[in-house]
Structures are given as C-alpha cells and as structure tokens.
C-alpha cells in the first residue's frame, strides 16, 4: 500500500524557513520509475507545482520560486524533505507531496499540511 | 513555464446529466518520446487530490468509467457522461511533459 504523509510546523513566523518532510511507505525513492513533487495550495486557490525529486537526486524547481527552494531525500528512511526560506505571509498554504510515476504523473498524495505564515 | 488555462471555472450541472471541462495549453504537450502527459485530477472538498485520467485518456486504477478524456497537442477534454453526487468538487489538469509541471486553475462543479 503507497502512503505519502507531510509533517512540519503549523505555524511559521515572516523570514523564518520552513522545513517540510514527507514519508513515503510502500515504494522506494530510489525507484527509477519513480519521484516525489511537493504542490502547495493557498486556501480556496488552486493547486502550485513546486519541486520535483527524481531517484538520482536530480531535481527540478518552480521557476518563480527557485530561489528559496531546496528538495532533498533520504532514502534509507524513505523521506524527502522541502526546504522554503523567507516565507511571507502569502506562503499560507496547504502543502502536499505526491508520488509521480513516469507516464502516469501524481497517483499518490499525502493528506496535506496546512502552514501558516503569521508573526 | 507551459500555461494551464482551463474553461469553464464553474460548471453547475444537474444529476444524472453530463459535464464537461476543458483546457488549453500554451504549447504542444506531445513530448519528445511521443507520448503527451496531461492527466486529470478531482478534489473533492477537504479532500487531497485525487488522479483520475493520465496521458491524455488512460483511467487510473478505480476510477469509474463514466469518466474519459480526450484530446491533442494544446487542446483537452474531460467528461463525465452522468454526474454523481459524488463527483461535485475542484478538477484540474496538470501537464508533466516539461519541468517545471503546471496545474490549470481548476474547474468548479457543482450540482444546480
């Protein structure tokens, strides 16, 4: 059974970074078939690809906000982990991490983990 | 950046009747391989996303077949031959042929 689950703070103040982490069970990250995206969306908007991990480590970034943007994983504990800096208020979001199959694209999704940006 | 522009934003439908969403790519999502990757998700309310429809017209596993998608290039459908109950909630297409992916802003169904 492929189970993805975020974790992090709730609650973030402005110019502080956020640390995100989502635990996979089921699949392998170093499956090559396979990658972890991390999706934000703001309360009632729509859905913002961020970043995109692939099982060589190799990544891929938002253009918009590349340059606060880190992805990372480790495998041996089947997590990958989303680093934001100088988070601003409009950073408020729920934030996922979806498996991404070759050819198949997002299949799995973890519940989501609503961040709050507020001093 | 591949922009997502879907249309209708809100689609309010009668039960039992059918729906359908379209979305346009801002350029051809046929990638070098030869496949297009634009798939179909439904988010119920408070609910995570769910994929429904993958490269353009392949149904992910458990998803009924009153849902199907068609198109190519730039040019995209999803429909839904009777509309449930269940169905009402934000759909969106999203495009992995190209990094960075893009998600359209989402289409609204509801039940009039």
């Known amino acids: 059974q492929v189970t993805l689950k975020e974790s992090g703070p709730v609650l973030v103040k402005p110019t502080e970074t956020l640390t995100l982490t989502c635990t996979v069970s089921?699949?392998?990250?170093?499956?090559?078939?396979?990658?972890v995206s991390w999706i934000r969306q703001p309360p009632g908007k729509a859905l913002e690809w961020l970043a995109h991990?692939?099982?060589?480590?190799?990544?891929s970034y938002c253009t918009s906000l590349k340059s606060r943007l880190t992805i990372s994983k480790d495998t041996s504990k089947s997590q990958v982990v989303l680093t934001m800096t100088n988070m601003d208020p409009v950073d408020t979001a729920t934030y996922y991490c979806?498996?991404?199959?070759?050819?198949?694209?997002?299949?799995?999704w973890g519940q989501g983990t609503l961040v709050t940006v507020s001093s | 950046d591949i922009v997502m522009t879907q249309t209708p934003l809100s689609s309010p439908v009668t039960l039992g009747q059918p729906a359908s969403i379209s979305c346009r790519s801002s350029q051809s999502l046929v990638h070098s391989d030869g496949n297009t990757y634009l798939s179909w998700l439904q988010q119920r309310p408070g609910q995570p996303p769910r994929l429904l429809i993958y490269k353009i017209s392949n149904r992910f596993s458990g998803v009924p077949d009153r849902f199907s998608g068609s198109g190519a290039g730039t040019d995209f459908t999803l429909k839904i031959s009777r509309v449930e109950a269940e169905d009402v909630g934000l759909y969106y297409c999203?495009?992995?042929?190209?990094?960075?992916?893009?998600f359209g802003q989402g289409t609204k169904l509801e039940i009039k």
């Open positions: 991990i692939f099982s060589n480590d190799e990544n």
């Open positions: 089921g699949f392998s990250l170093s499956n090559a078939e396979l990658g």
């Open positions: 979806a498996r991404i199959r070759g050819g198949t694209g997002p299949d799995y």
């Open positions: 999203v495009q992995a042929t190209q990094f960075p992916h893009t």
